[in-house]
């Protein structure tokens, strides 16, 4: 069998492991909670686990909890080349977000050994701690120490609301592994994901191949006018905190719609003081979040609220001066992937006759990170409705089954098939 794009994964059964595991944490409403590190994590993971066992997978665990299988290649000095994503989910989380990658991979690897071939690179199968981040921040944890993105220490301090500690749920559910983070150098990696937009459904495509990731700022801008009675003051003599910041989050609005198609700008959060009907607001402090692809258009567009914000306080946008503070929170640059997996993943979408179209991501993957250490790619599936992050999350067997099959034919393209 030399054309990888003959070899094909077992859909039915990457299906029947996906729902089996979504058994673990099922919620009424037909999704999914296994929070990081808790009790029903645990059990997901022992789980697949054992499936990683069952295919002749040989397990580590490292002092972060992230579980790699390797299944050993012809020339073991070669560095795997490495699949996986993650298994915690949001409160009310799907289905399919994370766990669409690990059992993707899964599915490559039982897919294999099924068939008695061997790659020459050793292969390996990832599942990263707490993508999520909804229980232990810093979001990524798991990837993120892996890419020495922040100190493992960062990590294994984290609390939870209740003041539980990352270094002791580790321990409870038995995941506190010995291998030092990082462990080992992974050679490449891909990972497959529904695409958690509107996108493919919308084009009618069945694989997206990701190019990269957007950028991202995040700020927190505060803004501070004068607070004084609704009656009696006029309204020439207000500086109303509100009022201002409206036209700033305005042109969060049209700074992202001047770099469609893949800017994005977005204000979710928004505190008014002092919050009583009958007062001007003297204060209000919000979130802002700006995106884009390409580096020189997300610095053009932190210019540009940056001016934005000069203005306003200038009393140039709304009539009065106000003072604006904004500060700086977050700050990722665009991570393009590496064209040769780009182009492995567009080959065998292509010559499997998958209808396809290049995309990028905007949410953060464990994937975004390694491409910070490893050349990495993603792969993207369609979801009902473009929705994640919720319990109707959805996606079709047949569109998962083609990810799969789409995985397994870049995995064996860069890992090379070992002939007889
Ligand atoms: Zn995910």
Redesign the pocket.
Known sequence: MSDISQLTINGDRLWRSLMDLAEIGATAKGGNCRLALSPLDGQGRDLVVGWMKDAGLDITVDQIGNIFGRRPGRQPSLAPVATG??IDTQPTGGKF??CFGVMAGLEVMRTLNEKGLETEAPLELVIWTN??GTRFVPVMMGSGAFCKVFPLETALSAVDVDGKAVRDELVNIGYAGKAPVPSHQIGKYFEA?IEQGPILEAEDKVIGVVTGSLGLRWYDVTVTGMEAHAGPTPMPLRRDALYAATHLMQEVVRIALDHAPQGRGTVGVANVFPASRNVIPGRVSFTVDLRHENAERLADMDARLRRACKALSDGELCGYAVDVDLQDVQHFPPTPFAPELIDAVRTQAEARGYAHMPIVTGAG?DAVYMATVSPTAMIFVPCKDGISHNEVEDARPEHLEAGANVLLGAMLAHAGLASD
Request: cysteine-free.
């Open positions: 994503s993650h977000d994370g993508e999520e994901h993957h």
